[in-house]
């Protein structure tokens, strides 16, 4: 059974910081990982994709990196801004069907 | 933004109704998925489907039914609400199954059961 662990539960960061969030997994046998971001009272927006091909993937001010070996990805946000604050999830798949997700990442940059 | 709406975005009822979810999609993508997402559980499974008229259980399916009449549409009905299924509700599509492709949310229906 698949199971997702992101550490730290909560972050506060000043503005304009680099941050790493970090998510790890228990089946290195996955086909991709997938980030995304939740507002309070939101849904999930997705992130960023990656593949099991690849090792990371860039948007904007975002890039991920996954290590399957290790079982293993973080998503990396540079120059943060308050607008970044929100909780961060991450999720891999589990069969045919579904996706597990972490706890999620509650991420909070401070004007 | 991918084109999924839900509703209601909010709905209280009243323990032992009947309540039913609506998710409509825009993308025609072939999967579509409720999840439910509580504190101390995040998101769990409920039910998916693979096309029209095939569905099958998640791992929280106990007191839901779905339908998929068409490619569009993904219906979750509580046959009798009780206070355990008060939770936000999540739909959500992708192409493909297995996690091969990425899989897009909507806002979500918070549901109060009283």
């Known amino acids: 059974k698949q199971e997702v662990t992101q550490i730290p539960a909560a972050l506060s960061v000043p503005e304009g910081e680099n941050l790493v969030l970090n998510c790890s997994f228990t089946d290195s046998a996955i086909y991709n990982l997938q980030w995304f971001r939740q507002d309070p009272g939101k849904g999930l927006t997705s992130l960023l994709l990656?593949?099991?091909?690849?090792r990371e993937q860039t948007s904007g001010r975002l890039n991920a990196s996954l290590d399957k070996s290790s079982g293993r990805s973080t998503l990396y946000i540079a120059a943060s801004q308050p607008g970044d604050s929100a909780t961060y999830l991450c999720a891999v798949p589990q069969g045919a069907q579904k996706l597990v997700f972490g706890q999620g990442t509650r991420l909070t940059i401070n004007p | 933004d991918a084109g999924i709406t839900q509703s209601p975005r909010h709905k209280v009822t009243e323990t032992g109704t009947p309540v039913t979810l609506r998710c409509h999609q825009t993308?025609?993508?072939?999967?579509m998925y409720w999840y439910r997402q509580d504190p101390g559980h995040g998101l769990r499974l409920i039910h998916y489907s693979y096309g029209v008229k095939d569905t099958d259980k998640g791992e929280v399916s106990d007191g839901y039914s779905v339908s998929r009449s068409k490619t569009e549409d993904f219906l979750l009905t509580l046959e009798s609400a009780t206070s355990s299924q008060t939770s936000v509700y999540f739909c959500?599509?992708?192409?493909?199954?297995?996690?091969?492709?990425?899989?897009?949310f909507g806002q979500g229906t918070r549901l109060t059961v009283v």
């Open positions: 993308e025609n993508h072939r999967y």
């Open positions: 959500a599509i992708s192409e493909s199954g297995g996690g091969y492709t990425e899989a897009f």
């Open positions: 990656i593949q099991s091909s690849q």
